[in-house]
């Protein structure tokens, strides 16, 4: 994720390049860019989930064609807080805390956020190998299976909460 930020800088216009000549105009660009390219990564988050939360769909859906209704509401469950991840990943403030407003982001600083970042990639993948884990009917009970995917989802949520956090850290440290 950390070449997010460069890679975006390698993409700008004439327009934006003539821009970088004026003085104080460069600090703002630079927040603008990051501004988008932490909205990209979080709508990618958001995509992600949606991903799963479609996967956890199709499995109720064959609990349902085989006439395996007793645990629909755990599907339905874990549903619901997929589709809450989601949005908490889609609709969090952007770069919470004035974050992007500081002129001067050091590549320690951004390397904390872009691994909070990449750690919450990392269990976007541990809760589908959980919701892949799933028995199919005939398989098994998906009780356990279920529960553990919801308790994974709620753990994410509140490390999702505390990016927040991350971020105030981050903004302490350049003020210091």
């Known amino acids: 994720m950390s070449s997010g930020f460069d890679e975006a800088q390698t993409h700008r216009n004439w327009l934006e390049q003539l821009g ?10 630079d927040r ?4 988008e390219v932490d909205k990209m990564q979080r709508e990618y988050l958001s995509a992600e989930t949606l991903r799963l939360k479609n996967s956890v769909r199709d499995q109720a859906q064959r609990f349902t064609d085989a006439g395996q209704i007793g645990t629909l509401s755990l599907f339905d469950r874990l549903d ?3 589709d809450g991840l989601s949005q908490a990943f889609r609709f969090c403030d952007y770069g919470a ?14 390397g904390k956020l872009y691994d909070f970042d990449l750690s919450v990639l990392s269990d976007i993948a541990s809760l589908e190998n959980e919701i892949r884990g799933i028995p199919t009917p005939g398989d098994g009970d ?12 709620s753990e994410l949520e509140e490390k999702w909460a505390g990016r ?6 981050v903004v302490q440290h350049l003020d210091t």
């Open 20 to 29: 970088e000549k004026i003085p104080g105009f460069q600090g703002f660009q």
């Open 32 to 35: 603008e860019l990051r501004r």
């Open 80 to 82: 619901r807080k997929l």
């Open 97 to 110: 805390t004035g974050f992007f407003d500081v002129v001067k982001i050091g590549d320690e600083e951004l």
């Open 142 to 153: 998906p009780r356990e299976a279920l529960g553990k995917s919801i308790e994974g989802v």
């Open 164 to 169: 927040r956090t991350v971020i105030s850290d």
